[in-house]
């Protein structure tokens, strides 16, 4: 264990010296450009999977209804394997990556990556109601945690290299580079550091080119917004209070549900291929009777920017999709809540538009004004992220003329989120994939495997101000390093602890495993 301590300091010196973080730099820069590879195929082949369906149920026959049934409980069944197999693929993927950072698992990086690619392929192309950016952003994590084991890089850099892959991710998911570095930042870090921030933005800058290579330039939402100036200042601030507060209630229920369905579905006990054959039919009859609901939503979305529909129709789409998404993502498959959320968003941003637009006189350029506004303020609502929600709107329709607004709806959200007491849904699904499980550590020798942790200290948190015998930590806990303007301390007992410190902490797998969530809790929250 001596010998093992002393190579992690030893790495962590390492980083330190400006070599060592210029090929830190390339390394996040080739973890960018093959995630961007990945993800892009993995958009096609999701893209041309959704052609493919709804081209062979254009027509229905009795025979493609049979055939199209078997083919939807074999690929089920197929997904289902793989899960059996290697359980860390369900879902998003984005509490798994959070897992990983925090020390809880490990990733088996060639089999998972290939089994959540292909599963998310075969469950989001049956038309289950989940989006792709999630496992995405798992996928381009995987790229950066084989990048790791190839290169043979320490703990240390490994953070910075699954970091980026996930920052990879969003941003050829999205084609939004800007928005993939500060979801990273704002939602998995919850901090940054010169070089964590450079080696983000060169990731997602470099998965962001592969994708405008292979796919173009253009943004997500081809549409020509026009930000409404009829309605007086007043009356547009109560409108949009009245809407924050739509937004937070439903996207309370969308916490509430999604756990719930979760939940539901692993309580049914029953053979678990006997369950993925009976679940399968409900994705076969949407896919065949109500295909508007399928997939991620996109195409959805860009249809309610440019048709009208009645509000009965409207209020019955927001309702299959709500409750559709709720279903899939409670089976585990590979797929992610982001896009379907946004979807949902934008439809509660339509019907309330239209509301105003039908009853109020409203211009109808505030139809589509509130769908943007409802991306974003559902986006925070949910998942708690509020500059990433605003970002992500304005590299996706391209047009900064909403920033004003989006801040607006966004701040008021998320005020009302802390007066509802609501948890950010990522960390409720990292909590709940824990639950009554051991971390998985791998075999007993792993679990004394000497690892660092890089802890953030929060203003006002309950580490700052503090002296480090205070803090009370395992004996298996050694702050090896206080990181401060650039320069590095070596501490003792006395030292002081101030709200911009980073410390580097080494210790075994077994007690990262246990402890890392609730350092990175206590140094962060404020008291």
């Given at each position: 264990m001596a010998k093992d301590t002393i190579q992690e300091l030893k790495n962590i010196q390492q980083l330190k010296t400006r070599k060592r973080n210029i090929f830190l730099i390339f390394l996040c820069l080739l973890t960018g450009m093959i995630a961007g590879g990945i993800v892009v195929l993995y958009?096609?082949?999701?893209?041309?999977?959704?052609?493919?369906?709804?081209?062979?149920?254009?027509?229905?026959?009795?025979?493609?209804?049979?055939?199209?049934?078997?083919?939807?409980?074999?690929?089920?069944?197929?997904?289902?394997?793989?899960?059996?197999?290697?359980?860390?693929?369900?879902?998003?993927?984005?509490?798994?990556?959070?897992?990983?950072?925090?020390?809880?698992?490990?990733?088996?990086?060639?089999?998972?990556?290939?089994?959540?690619?292909?599963?998310?392929?075969?469950?989001?192309?049956?038309?289950?109601?989940?989006?792709?950016?999630?496992?995405?952003?798992?996928?381009?994590?995987?790229?950066?945690?084989?990048?790791?084991?190839?290169?043979?890089?320490?703990?240390?850099?490994?953070?910075?290299?699954?970091?980026?892959?996930?920052?990879?991710?969003?941003?050829?998911?999205?084609?939004?580079?800007l928005a993939g570095t500060v979801f990273a930042l704002e939602e998995l870090h919850k901090f940054f550091s010169p070089l964590l921030l450079i080696c983000v933005l060169v990731a997602s800058g470099g998965a962001n080119y592969i994708l405008r290579l292979i796919l173009g330039s253009e943004t997500t939402f081809q549409y020509n917004f026009i930000l409404p100036k009829t309605a007086s200042p007043?009356?547009?601030?109560?409108?949009?209070?009245?809407?924050?507060?739509?937004?937070?209630?439903?996207?309370?229920?969308?916490?509430?549900?999604?756990?719930?369905?979760?939940?539901?579905?692993?309580?049914?006990?029953?053979?678990?291929?006997?369950?993925?054959?009976?679940?399968?039919?409900?994705?076969?009859?949407?896919?065949?009777?109500?295909?508007?609901?399928?997939?991620?939503?996109?195409?959805?979305?860009?249809?309610?920017?440019?048709?009208?529909?009645?509000?009965?129709?409207?209020?019955?789409?927001?309702?299959?999709?709500f409750f559709y998404t709720m279903l899939c993502y409670g089976t585990g498959f590979p797929g992610g809540i982001f896009f379907p959320m946004l979807v949902i968003g934008a439809l509660v941003g339509k019907i309330y538009g239209e509301v105003l637009h039908t009853y109020f006189s409203l211009p109808e350029e505030f139809i589509v004004h509130f769908m943007l506004l409802g991306m974003a303020a559902y986006f925070t609502a949910v998942v708690r992220a509020p500059i990433t929600g605003i970002i992500l709107i304005l590299e996706m329709t391209g047009n900064f003329s909403y920033l004003f607004m989006l801040i607006i709806v966004v701040t008021m959200t998320y005020v009302l989120t802390e007066l509802f007491k609501m948890e950010p849904i990522y960390e409720t699904l990292f909590e709940n994939m824990f639950a009554g499980k051991k971390a998985e550590t791998g075999n007993s020798g792993e679990e004394s495997r000497i690892v660092t942790l890089l802890i953030h200290v929060g203003m006002n948190s309950e580490f700052e101000n503090k002296k480090i015998k205070e803090l009370k930590l395992p004996k298996t806990l050694l702050i090896v390093s206080v990181r401060a303007n650039g320069k590095e301390t070596i501490p003792d007992g006395e030292t002081v602890l101030k709200s911009g410190n980073q410390l580097v902490i080494i210790t075994t797998y077994k007690t990262a495993s246990e402890y890392a969530s609730k350092l990175k809790d206590d140094a962060a929250r404020i008291v």
């Open positions: 958009t096609v082949l999701l893209e041309k999977s959704s052609h493919l369906r709804n081209s062979f149920f254009a027509e229905i026959t009795p025979l493609k209804m049979i055939t199209g049934l078997a083919i939807f409980i074999l690929l089920g069944l197929a997904v289902e394997f793989m899960l059996a197999k290697y359980p860390l693929i369900g879902g998003s993927g984005i509490p798994q990556v959070s897992g990983l950072l925090q020390k809880k698992i490990e990733f088996n990086w060639v089999p998972e990556l290939l089994t959540k690619f292909f599963g998310g392929v075969f469950a989001i192309g049956t038309g289950m109601s989940m989006g792709r950016e999630g496992p995405s952003i798992h996928l381009g994590a995987l790229v950066g945690e084989g990048i790791r084991k190839i290169f043979k890089v320490s703990e240390v850099e490994e953070k910075y290299l699954v970091t980026c892959g996930a920052s990879a991710g969003i941003s050829a998911a999205f084609n939004a580079p007043i009356f547009t601030l109560i409108i949009t209070v009245i809407f924050a507060l739509v937004i937070t209630i439903s996207g309370k229920a969308f916490s509430f549900f999604l756990v719930f369905f979760q939940k539901k579905y692993k309580n049914i006990k029953i053979n678990r291929y006997l369950r993925v054959s009976i679940f399968m039919v409900i994705p076969f009859l949407i896919a065949v009777f109500f295909k508007d609901v399928t997939g991620g939503g996109h195409l959805l979305i860009v249809r309610m920017f440019k048709e009208s529909a009645p509000l009965k129709i409207l209020v019955l789409i927001l309702f299959l999709k």
